[in-house]
């Protein structure tokens, strides 16, 4: 046990009987202090993720257990496995398909179950726990614990022990919720504003191009540097304007469907072609027969068109990118490979970061703020996939990213 329970002495019981509910659940002393303990820290972040691994990582400690995750239900109704301890999430579905099945009945019946398996569902008995994150009448996710190897681990104190805990940690998962809810209404503000401020900035920029037109004879060499100063910062300021309605788009207007990739990835390759080919670069598609992914198809075509782009910015004359896709287990792994100037190790893991810009000559080149890789990161997380880079540098860089198969025809 990492703590005393005399350390805690009556404030533990001062504290836990002031949460909701928690004196229904008729805990005993030793037990109180160990809820207590696992809940102190699940409001420490806002960061709906982050909330997510915590809540798993103290559940598996509450009870003892091995390993665990949490499944969410989405806005478009299906059930997502969003957190995980000791397990891959992306696997959970087909390799851990009794708890997954069950995790989808408790999510269904709101009813918590604890349960060994059978000899003919599992060769190796085992003990699982399974309770629902209930927010009022409406049932929010679920949470699964277990041993691999046990049988008999957990008892019916475990489960009450388990869904007290459940009961915090849907609030905390809730206010996390909130936050997400709150930062899109602020991109939505962000997009009202960025509006307002490109029609003036378009006005200034379209006069100084006039100008220049109409006094290319006239004006000395100062009033032409002053005039291609004001065109490159307007020029600029609307560029970051673009990005942040992008962003602000994200959020406010995606719509999840079942997308074949193939239509997109041609499409964008296409569009590409002339600039990447007039540079003497190549380009080429491997896409093999692939079922087809949940996505937002304009939301896809842009995540295409920020990696496509980054790989033939930083891609020298003679290079080569290549644009790929493969299935990894429930998902769809999209890769985007470049033999350009590569990536060092530290700043890999900054390059997702909103406004980084990479030390290095090539990339000071560039123009632009550091944000599409950004953008990119947040359409591939909203969609319900992950984004990565492997690169060394001289080497090139091979960007991926992940969609979830689609199961159906259409989300609803």
Not at 141 to 149: A, F, K, L, R, S
Not at 361 to 373: A, I, K, P, T, W
Request: overall charge negative; glycine content about 6%; some cysteine.
């Amino acid at each position: 046990m990492p703590f005393s329970l005399s350390s805690y002495g009556w404030r533990v019981e001062r504290e836990m009987m002031e949460h909701p509910n928690i004196a229904d659940y008729h805990l005993d002393y030793p037990r109180l202090a160990v809820l207590y303990e696992a809940t102190r820290e699940l409001h420490a972040s806002l960061d709906l993720t982050e909330t997510l691994n915590r809540v798993i990582e103290k559940a598996v400690w509450l009870v003892g257990a091995e390993r665990g995750f949490i499944m969410l239900c989405e806005s478009w109704g299906e059930p997502r496995v969003r957190a995980a301890h000791n397990l891959n999430p992306e696997t959970i579905a087909k390799e851990n398909e009794p708890d997954y099945a069950l995790a989808c009945q408790v999510l269904e019946t709101g009813q918590s179950t604890l349960k060994p398996d059978p000899p003919d569902v599992s060769p190796t008995p085992r003990t699982v726990v399974i309770v629902p994150f209930r927010a009022r009448d409406e049932i929010i996710g679920v949470m699964c614990v277990d041993w691999e190897t046990r049988v008999g681990q957990f008892t019916t104190e475990d489960l009450t022990l388990f869904e007290a805990f459940a009961e915090q940690a849907t609030l905390a998962i809730q206010n996390s919720q909130r936050y997400e809810m709150m930062e899109q209404n602020c991109y939505s503000y962000i997009a009202s504003i960025s509006h307002e401020w490109r029609t003036p900035l378009t006005v200034i920029k379209g006069f100084a191009d006039l100008l220049l037109a109409k006094m290319a004879d006239t004006a000395n060499e100062d009033q032409k540097k002053w005039l291609n100063i004001i065109r490159s910062y307007t020029s600029k300021l609307l560029t970051l304007i673009s990005s942040e309605m992008e962003i602000s788009r994200i959020d406010a207007h995606i719509k999840i469907s079942s997308v074949n990739l193939a239509a997109p990835f041609e499409e964008v390759v296409s569009d590409f072609r002339s600039q990447i080919e007039a540079k003497g670069q190549t380009i080429s598609l491997n896409l093999p027969n692939l079922p087809p992914v949940y996505a937002d198809q304009w939301m896809l075509s842009k995540i295409l068109t920020k990696l496509i782009d980054n790989a033939h910015k930083y891609t020298p004359s003679l290079g080569k990118i290549i644009a790929s896709a493969e299935v990894d287990n429930t998902f769809v792994r999209v890769k985007i490979t470049d033999t350009g100037i590569g990536i060092n190790s530290e700043d890999q893991r900054r390059i997702f970061e909103a406004d980084f810009r990479a030390d290095h000559s090539v990339v000071r080149e560039q123009e632009g703020f550091g944000l599409g890789l950004y953008i990119a990161k947040r359409i591939v997380e909203r969609l319900g996939g992950k984004i990565g880079v492997e690169s060394e540098p001289g080497n090139g860089s091979t960007f991926w990213f992940t969609l979830p198969i689609a199961t159906t025809d259409e989300r609803g």
